[in-house]
């Protein structure tokens, strides 16, 4: 009795002692993270906040769990999280439990705290031998369809849970702006408005409606790379980016406050650099942007050794102490360290050396257990994870009509659709490889070919077949499948051209092998010497030549473009892409993909579709001649369908509106052509005299639907009037006096703000 009392006391104390430092989250866990926060000592805390790879704990020949590293890492250094696949082995889900299973034990043993593991779950199950492989997000921006990107986060969320993960880094949503960025297809395209709408639509379809209880079916998202990741100025990959204040707020924080006001549990951080300072430095991006001015309290972890970059590559910090202490103290709270666990102990000392406060180290732990207590790792460590959908035909399903919505149609002199009993030469170096259907992050990180994952899947060359029974294949052009996969062999041009000879139609399958990050840097955005060539030799032969870019960015092919007949960008489809594709060429489906980018023409006329009004211009006859002259590929949210849509009608319920107001639009959308199709219906505004200098457009809505031939439906969109307001210099929203025109396909209309 008198033993229960004293423990009372001593518990009220300790929560008054901790109540200066009490975590500041909005969980109902709150208490009981204060609580295990007075209970854990300096070396616990300090090991929650790091993140070690797999292979520091697994055998790279045996692929078993070495108990000695597990006492090492979870029972000396007490580390919180582990992440990744054992390089080129992808897991299945047996494996997979049974390292959740040890993790666990080894985890709980050494800390009493349950470990948390992350994988790079970025097109489906991407990571899992048996997961559902989806298109890439550049896809599934051109299906200008929420749908899509809610079946992907779902599926990815319930196939991760098999493996009894519970934290995915997903959903991406850099801004694909520069298209020679290699990442640019782990995006959704180059607008804002689109990349909020389909990350948000999947960060909720991953984590569910219940962020302090995520079900048996979801699990945490990580949305990133926080922030303006895809616009490094020279186009490689984690080099430097300028993008100027209204610039990031406008474009680039949009998506992930829309995401964080979701719900978003976790954050990536931009590996590289804005305006001169790491995004791992960023005081103000990272803690009073987000945590602070959105009251957000979910965990905000680095990307892959990037505490490193702050002294190795960026000079910022002397040595790895000043590092550390730069990047929490700027508002990390986990620090994906792969291979350094030795780190806990700069932490413990950073500590006691008052270089980090107490309150922001506990600030950190807290979001960690936070994050942790949500996923219910406290309760369940290890679940049941039987999952009778896992790579189910009903997902496949899902995956394969995504890869329909997202195949894009740029050209078609009449050539299609193609008659079942033509005879095709499918050629080109993507013509027959999965490998290249996929891209990156698919199975393994750079989507290296490997037979055992898919060979059930069909390449463009065997889905074409199966449609078109008299197909043949010769590559002209071959990659050379080592990891990075990006050299050619071109001795193969003459067998193409000479079988080009006795077929009807060619279809030429061009573009990129799959990469990942780095290793697809490239120097030139024209598409490859060989691949001109092959296509340049078949033309010459009279046939007509339909070419299929299967590429993860808009690679330059002005040379070739105006000897094709048609063009089809089908993007990174997946594993369905090539039964998509096939389908799509013959009829039995429509297309209706749209561009989520701009296509350039010219290297060095880069282009997005919401640039200034004075980027493109008549000549303006004065002092000087000015003008300014653009010429594209072709633009964002072009796409062509087999049938036509005629628009009409356009409404507005006021002429006139003030701040606050909402408006609101309809128009009618008709079907006048052959056969059945869908249509995104997409509504821009222009905002016609502003006191910066105004985009020529923005997308502001969009919606998709289906219409039979000679179907009418009025399409409805409601706008708020802060939606055509524009960041200010100084860092403010701005809605003028004054007129926009708004357009939704050929229609469009005025209205006018009146205060
Ligand atoms: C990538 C991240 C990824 C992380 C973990 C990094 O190299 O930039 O997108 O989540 O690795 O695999």
Redesign the pocket.
């Known amino acids: 009795m008198k033993t229960d009392r004293l423990l009372i006391i001593f518990a009220a104390l300790m929560l008054f002692v901790n109540c200066n430092d009490a975590p500041l989250g909005h969980s109902p866990y709150e208490k009981e993270i204060s609580q295990r926060l007075v209970e854990m000592s300096l070396e616990e805390k300090a090991g929650q906040l790091v993140q070690l790879n797999i292979d520091k704990i697994c055998d790279p020949n045996t692929l078993e769990l070495m108990p000695d590293a597990m006492e090492e890492i979870f029972g000396r250094y007490k580390i919180g999280s582990i992440?990744?696949t054992m390089g080129e082995n992808c897991p299945d889900q047996e494996w997979m439990r049974n390292v959740m299973e040890q993790i666990q034990k080894y985890s709980i043993k050494g800390c009493g705290i349950p470990c948390i593991y992350g994988l790079?779950m970025i097109h489906g199950a991407s990571y899992l031998a048996e997961g559902t492989l989806f298109p890439q997000e550049i896809n599934l921006g051109a299906t200008f369809n929420p749908e899509h990107a809610e079946n992907m986060g779902k599926v990815l969320a319930y196939e991760t849970r098999s493996m009894d993960v519970r934290w995915v880094?997903s959903p991406?949503m850099d801004l694909g702006r520069n298209p020679v960025w290699p990442r640019q297809w782990e995006s959704w395209g180059e607008d804002a408005y689109l990349q909020t709408v389909m990350s948000e639509t999947e960060t909720r379809a991953i984590q569910g409606e219940d962020r302090d209880n995520i079900g048996m079916n979801n699990t945490a998202a990580c949305i990133?790379?926080y922030l303006g990741y895809g616009v490094p100025v020279t186009g490689k990959d984690r080099t430097p980016a300028i993008i100027p204040d209204y610039e990031l707020r406008e474009r680039y924080f949009r998506p992930f406050e829309a995401c964080i006001k979701a719900g978003a549990l976790s954050l990536?951080v931009n590996?590289a650099s804005i305006n001169g300072i790491p995004t791992h430095a960023n005081h103000k991006l990272l803690t009073e942007w987000v945590k602070e001015d959105l009251d957000w309290d979910g965990l905000i972890v680095t990307?892959?050794a990037d505490i490193d970059n702050l002294y190795e590559r960026d000079h910022v910090a002397a040595d790895r102490k000043e590092a550390i202490a730069m990047g929490i103290n700027a508002g990390v709270d986990m620090i994906?360290d792969p291979y350094k666990p030795e780190i806990t102990e700069d932490i413990c000392d950073l500590v006691r050396e008052g270089i980090i406060s107490e309150e922001r180290l506990n600030d950190a732990v807290a979001r960690v257990l936070r994050l942790k207590y949500r996923l219910g790792l406290f309760t369940n460590p290890t679940m049941d994870s039987d999952r009778p959908f896992v790579g189910s035909d009903e997902f496949a399903r899902l995956a394969y009509d995504a890869a329909v919505e997202s195949q894009v149609l740029l050209k078609n002199n009449g050539i299609l659709p193609l008659r079942k009993d033509m005879k095709i030469l499918v050629t080109g170096p993507n013509g027959n490889s999965m490998r290249c259907l996929n891209g990156g992050w698919s199975y393994t990180?750079q989507g290296t070919n490997n037979p055992r994952y898919v060979e059930k899947y069909n390449t463009i060359f065997e889905a074409v077949k199966a449609k078109f029974p008299s197909t043949r294949y010769a590559a002209g052009v071959s990659y050379i499948e080592d990891w990075a996969g990006q050299d050619e062999d071109a001795s193969g041009i003459l067998d193409a051209v000479s079988a080009a000879r006795d077929c009807d139609v060619i279809l030429a399958c061009i573009g990129e092998n799959s990469y990942c990050?780095t290793p697809g840097n490239i120097n030139d955005l024209t598409i490859s010497a060989n691949q001109r060539n092959l296509v340049k030799a078949l033309a010459k032969t009279g046939k007509p030549i339909i070419l299929i870019l299967n590429e993860g960015r808009p690679r330059v092919i002005n040379e070739i473009e105006p000897i094709a007949d048609a063009v089809v960008d089908i993007l990174l489809p997946g594993n369905y892409g090539g039964d998509a594709l096939a389908a799509l060429l013959c009829g039995d489906e429509n297309f209706s993909g749209k561009l989520p980018f701009t296509y350039p023409k010219y290297v060095n006329s880069l282009h997005t579709y919401d640039f200034k009004v004075s980027e493109k211009r008549e000549m303006i006859d004065g002092a000087y001649n000015y003008d300014a002259k653009m010429d594209v590929q072709w633009s964002f949210g072009d796409g062509l369908s087999y049938t036509t849509f005629r628009y009409s009608d356009l409404s507005v319920d006021k002429s006139t509106f003030r701040k606050g107001d909402s408006i609101r639009f309809s128009v009618n959308v008709t079907n006048i052509g052959p056969c059945a199709g869908k249509e995104s219906v997409l509504l821009y505004s222009s905002d016609l005299v502003a006191s910066m200098i105004p985009d020529v457009k923005r997308l502001r809505a969009f919606d998709k639907i289906s219409l039979s031939p000679g179907e009418t439906k009025t399409v409805e969109f409601t706008l708020d009037s802060a939606d055509l307001a524009f960041a200010g210099d100084d860092g403010q929203w701005h809605l003028e006096p004054g007129e926009f025109r708004i357009s939704i396909g050929t229609e469009s209309a005025i209205i006018c703000c009146i205060e």
């Open positions: 992440l990744n790079d880094f991406v990133k790379h990536m590996s990307d892959w994906m990180w990050e």
